[in-house]
Each structure stands twice: as structure tokens, then as C-alpha cells.
């Protein structure tokens, strides 16, 4: 069977996106401009990386108020566009490094820009 010769199955986390870079550079190296099977195959992995990507963007690691004034400039969004989990007072003070963080709005954050809630906290 197919999936138990290459890992092939959809991205639900990073250890996935790590093996599934393994299996398109695995193609990539097979491939050698052919047509056929295997570059389609290797059309639908990259695909599910690129998938993967755009909604689990590779966060600066750095602290949590600079990780947000990366999404946020990501996202083009403003302060106040975060009202739904923080008044804009609490986020610009975050920003601004006179507040911590909470683990509640840490948890919000993370659901909203679709990234792991380590990056807040």
C-alpha cells in the first residue's frame, strides 16, 4: 500500500510538515523534469505544504509582544481589530511591553492567527 511506503496523509502538525518536506524533496530528487505519476504526486505534496504555510506562518522567535507586532503586520491588522479578545488599550500595552501576556488571551491569539500558543507565552 501506497501510505506505508511514504508518508502521505494531511499536514496536522509540524512534526507532519517536516516529513512531508522530507517526501517532496524525496520526489524533487526522482523527478529529474519527468511527467507522469510521480510529478503529480509531487504537484499534490507541494501543494499540502503550501496549504500548511500560509496558516502556520514561521513565527520570529523572539518575545511574545514582537510576535504579535509580526502578525499583526502579517495580517495588515490593526489593534482594534483585536477587540474580540483584548481591548485595544491591553493589546498597545502588550505591544508596548508593560503587560505580560495572559494565558487566556495567550490562548485566544494563538486560535485566531492559527499558531501554537507557545509563540505567546
Known amino acids: 500500500m501506497l501510505q506505508?511506503?511514504?508518508f502521505f496523509k494531511p499536514i496536522r502538525n509540524d512534526a507532519d510538515y517536516r516529513r512531508m518536506i522530507v517526501v517532496?524533496?524525496?520526489?524533487?530528487?526522482?523527478?529529474e523534469g519527468e511527467?507522469?505519476?510521480?510529478?503529480?504526486?509531487?504537484?499534490?505534496?507541494?501543494?499540502?505544504?503550501?496549504?500548511w504555510e500560509s496558516h502556520h506562518p514561521n513565527l520570529p522567535k523572539s518575545e511574545?509582544?514582537?510576535?504579535?507586532?509580526?502578525?499583526?503586520?502579517?495580517?495588515?491588522?490593526?489593534?482594534?481589530?483585536?477587540?474580540?479578545?483584548?481591548s485595544p488599550t491591553v493589546i498597545s500595552d502588550i505591544l508596548a511591553g508593560r503587560r505580560a501576556i495572559s494565558k487566556s488571551?495567550?490562548?485566544a491569539l494563538a486560535e485566531r492567527f492559527g499558531t501554537d500558543l507557545s509563540a505567546f507565552m
Do not use: C, S
Open 35 to 51: 511527467e507522469g505519476p510521480l510529478a503529480d504526486l509531487f504537484g499534490v505534496v507541494t501543494d499540502l505544504i503550501e496549504v
Open 24 to 31: 517532496a524533496n524525496e520526489l524533487a530528487d526522482q523527478l
Open 64 to 86: 511574545p509582544k514582537d510576535v504579535l507586532r509580526y502578525l499583526l503586520d502579517a495580517h495588515e491588522l490593526k489593534q482594534k481589530d483585536l477587540a474580540e479578545i483584548a
Open 4 to 6: 506505508d511506503q511514504i
Open 105 to 107: 488571551v495567550a490562548k
